[in-house]
């Protein structure tokens, strides 16, 4: 077959499975069976590039990425369904592809997990990339944290141009051994004082507080954008050593924190002598754009029910656990947790032993779904926190949770494929968005 | 799956026996010992030091917590000794240590005290770590068995089998493989997963009141009998008495159910 008409093909394919509903990787294998090399080519048409972001929480992180950029002019090409598959790029390509097959996009911003990146800089070579944190999410399909220190370490050194690495976590800073000579290092980090609020999954039982990228005796290195401080929506940076002040809407503190990844990244991309276009306001139309993200899918996404909000935390580590369960006062909401231990969550649940919660004794968890259930229920008793209800049946546990809240506003923390099937279940009673 | 729904208003187990004493600590302390938690605590071994506490104090036992670092003084007088699994790195540190604690856990081991050593901490207990790279972590011995880097990690949910303890439940995720000396008594046997060298069908270690193990998941939450035993024995060596009141593991035994029934 030829290749405009493989493309044409793989289109055809994706415009059936989007109609079904069904899932965004499928026309992307397609196109990689047919036609082996098809993500590379398109991308290296872009003329400012490809950058990658890697780590936990990417999916928020890359979605501001994305719209800092655009608000730049930039036209951005992104993999906005959370497949992070190379075929799930490939999918997202073919979407984007007019039938005549013109790409129309300045640059890429893909988010991809760690494995993944490794397979996908083989291929193409980012100019930029992201690098967020290291955390144990990923530990029962890579084996070691340091397995995935190592996949990063691959993307780091595919990279081209710059890098933007998180000070904070020694196993990304480390990253800064692994670039290129010529690919430049740009840090974002915390100031002291927050840096006790942001355990690694390193810190959880250490009794000293977190262990920084400095603790091997030398300066930390000045940071690109630094988070300062924050109150609720109003959030402080040291932008180049200079104050700046943003409003983030987004819910949890490391989301705060990874704004200033976003942030730097973005300012690291349109820096002068890049000859990427830029707005005229610089870092001001940046800040003001900060402003305008909302969350990505599951990241602390809000859905009506009867004019109550149901918030839908995506949780898959211990120190996301634990900030997701600070960033509000548990007594105010009906709470529900649904672990699942499939393939994509991660069967193993011991990293629900890590994470502490004592902050729901008060206000109790309304009820515990999902298939390890059980699971949950044990380790809220060994924390003296009141279960009312276990029920692995997460659509039956949902119609019960809704009922139970009365109105109060509702938080559920789930696992992915938990959230997967709440967000299907919750279209029969809300207007869900589509992902 | 569906299930019938149990309502626990407050504490599930409230109202059984173990109500009695009232958490009120009267009936003694426990020094219980969490070896190296800042270097190995990854699985969720934290799970187990909290088992530990919470079912002594739920009997009335004051629980004194004390967590031992490389360099910190030993505290020779503990009860009860329990420790967990690391990265690489932190093993090594790790290793270097325990040559030091050494001659004094074996003193420990000879006179009955009860330990706990999960993963790495497990691997350190037997003679040596023969990584693939060929480099050798020498161990302390506790243990008749050595250790070898294997080419691919053994992953997923795991279930054994043992006289003493009955089925065994939790997840193992390691890359060693284990070599029990011909004495050695396992803790248990492989009814489902790897176990120590995925091979001889074995899991675990056994010697005096040491048990060595992979499992985590965590292991004592869902091992209540383990958890127990671990209890009985440091009880037992303190106040010369080991009856401990029962209590209600229903949760423990549903998650149990589950998790054997889960996909490895």
């Known amino acids: 077959m030829s290749r405009p008409l493989v493309r044409l093909l793989g289109q055809g394919v994706r415009a059936a499975t989007a109609l079904r509903g069904g899932g965004s990787a499928f026309p992307g294998l397609l196109m990689e069976k047919l036609h082996p090399g098809f993500v590379a080519e398109q991308l290296a048409r872009l003329p400012h590039g490809v950058v990658v972001v890697s780590g936990t929480n990417g999916k928020t992180t890359t979605k501001m990425a994305v719209q800092l950029l655009e608000s730049q002019g930039l036209k951005v090409f992104t993999n906005r369904t959370g497949s992070n598959f190379v075929r799930g790029v490939a999918a997202a390509l073919l979407r984007e592809i007019s039938l005549t097959g013109r790409f129309d996009a300045d640059i890429a911003v893909l988010e991809l997990d760690e494995a993944h990146a490794v397979h996908f800089v083989r291929e193409v070579k980012p100019r930029f990339a992201l690098l967020l944190n290291v955390m144990r999410d990923q530990l029962d399909r890579f084996g070691e944290i340091d397995t995935t220190r190592r996949m990063l370490a691959q993307v780091a050194a595919a990279t081209t141009e710059a890098v933007v690495l998180n000070r ?16 430049d290092v740009y840090w974002y980090g915390l100031s002291e004082h927050l840096r006790p609020m942001f355990p690694s999954d390193d810190d959880m039982r250490a009794v000293d507080g977190p262990v920084t990228a400095a603790a091997g005796g030398q300066p930390a290195p000045q940071a690109l954008v630094e988070l300062t401080d924050f109150e609720a929506t109003d959030v402080e940076f040291l932008v180049h050593g200079q104050p700046a002040h943003a409003n983030v809407h ?132 060994y924390d003296q926190v009141p279960v009312h209800a276990v029920e692995p049946d997460l659509t039956e546990s949902l119609h019960r949770f809704i009922a139970a809240a009365e109105g109060r506003p509702m938080r559920v923390f789930c696992t992915y494929t938990a959230m997967l099937s709440l967000r299907r279940a919750l279209r029969a009673v809300a207007e869900v968005p589509e992902i | 799956m569906t299930t019938t729904t149990p309502m626990f208003p407050t504490a599930p187990d409230s109202g059984a026996p173990e109500a009695h004493f009232a958490e009120s600590g009267g009936q003694g302390e426990i020094h219980l010992v969490q070896l190296y938690p800042r270097d190995m605590n990854i699985y969720g071994d ?185 209890i009985a024995t440091a009880v037992r060596r303190r106040y010369s008495h080991d009856h401990l009141e029962p209590l209600n593991d229903a949760l423990a035994a549903r998650a149990r159910e589950v998790a054997a029934a889960r996909p490895r």
């Open chain 1, 250 to 381: 987004l819910y949890g503190v490391y989301n705060v924190y990874n704004a200033a990844g976003a942030l730097a990244l973005a300012l690291t991309v349109t820096d002068d002598g890049r000859n990427v276009p830029k707005s005229d306001a610089g870092l001001a139309s940046l800040l003001d754009e900060l402003a305008r993200v909302t969350p990505a899918f599951g990241r602390g996404e809000t859905i009506m029910i009867d004019g109550a909000p149901l918030q839908l935390l995506l949780v898959k580590n211990p120190a996301g656990f634990r900030l997701s369960l600070a960033s509000a006062k548990p007594e105010a909401y009906a709470t529900m947790i649904a672990i699942n231990d499939e393939y994509a969550d991660g069967r193993d649940v011991s990293w629900l032993w890590d994470v502490e919660f004592e902050s729901l004794r008060t206000g109790g968890v309304d009820l515990v779904t999902g298939t390890r259930a059980w699971d949950m229920a044990l380790r809220l008793d």
């Open chain 1, 168 to 183: 904070e976590d020694p196993r990304i800073a480390s990253l800064a051994d692994d670039v290129q000579p010529g690919t």
């Open chain 2, 46 to 230: 934290w799970g187990n030091t909290l088992t530990l506490k919470r079912r002594l104090e739920k009997r009335g036992y004051s629980v004194k917590l004390t967590d031992y670092n490389p360099g910190d003084s030993f505290p020779a007088d503990g009860d009860l000794f329990v420790g967990g699994g690391g990265q690489d790195s932190g093993q090594f540190r790790v290793m270097e240590d325990l040559q030091k604690i050494k001659p004094v856990l074996h003193e420990l081991v000879r006179d009955g005290v009860p330990m706990l050593a999960i993963c790495g901490l497990y691997q350190l207990f037997g003679h040596e770590f023969r990584t693939i790279a060929g480099q050798v972590l020498p161990g302390i011995g506790i243990f008749d068995l050595t250790t070898v880097g294997g080419e691919t990690r053994l992953i997923g949910n795991i279930v054994t089998e043992s006289e003493t303890f009955g089925t065994i439940i939790g997840y193992e995720n390691h890359s060693g493989l284990t070599r029990l000396g011909d004495g050695q008594e396992p803790l248990g046997r492989v009814v489902s997963g790897a176990g120590n060298d995925g091979e001889d069908g074995t899991e675990g270690a056994v010697t005096r009141e040491v048990i060595g193990t992979y499992l985590h998941g965590s292991l004592l939450p869902k091992n209540p009998v383990l958890a127990d035993h671990l």
